[in-house]
């Protein structure tokens, strides 16, 4: 028997269930592309009764696999965008995420590592104008909304990128720092 001490606590951690997990003790990794046609980019716009809100294209990483297959699988699902259909995605900012939301189940800690690369107009013209979301008992529709990235500040954007977007001078400007600030309950109320 393993009793109360450090070695009960770890077999206690390892046998608990998701649903007893303390908030922010599992980590996950979110890919997000910022998909430039000039000085547009790509925003999936999520209209729900309380409020609507804007997600760069993307989504979890699964596990075991590699970030730039995930990114590539998470735009052909959401955009019908083929890798060969848009230049190198470069990493443009990495933002911690430790936000209490609603629900039963404790919130993860989540990484988001939002990409941005570039389309050229014809391509643009080929991509969905809508996006599928799994949701429990169905699916939620997105709008694929084209934005001038300078316009996106007061957008409610997530993760809140909206003013260092549209601070970029230019869609591909070089940034000194990667790091946002982290999204905390300090800073955001979940949506």
Known sequence: MLG????????????????SASPFSRIKIRVGALVFCGDEVALIRRDRPEASHFVPPGG??????DLLAALRREL?????????????????WVIDQMVSRPGTTPPPR????????????????TLAAQEYDEVPGGHEIGLIQWV??????????????GPALAALPSPFAALPDASLPAV????????
């Open 110 to 125: 989540k990484l988001h590592l939002i990409y941005r690369l570039q389309i050229p107009p014809e391509v643009r013209d």
């Open 4 to 19: 109360r001490g450090r070695a009960g606590g770890i077999l206690a951690a390892m046998t608990s269930s998701p649903g």
């Open 148 to 161: 001038d990235h300078r316009t996106t500040a007061n957008l409610p954007v997530f993760p809140p990128i």
């Open 60 to 65: 979890n990483v699964e596990p075991g696999e």
């Open 184 to 191: 905390t309950d300090d800073n955001y109320v979940w949506v």
């Open 76 to 92: 052909a699902e959401e955009l019908d965008l083929a890798p060969s259909q848009a230049g190198e995605p470069e990493l443009l």
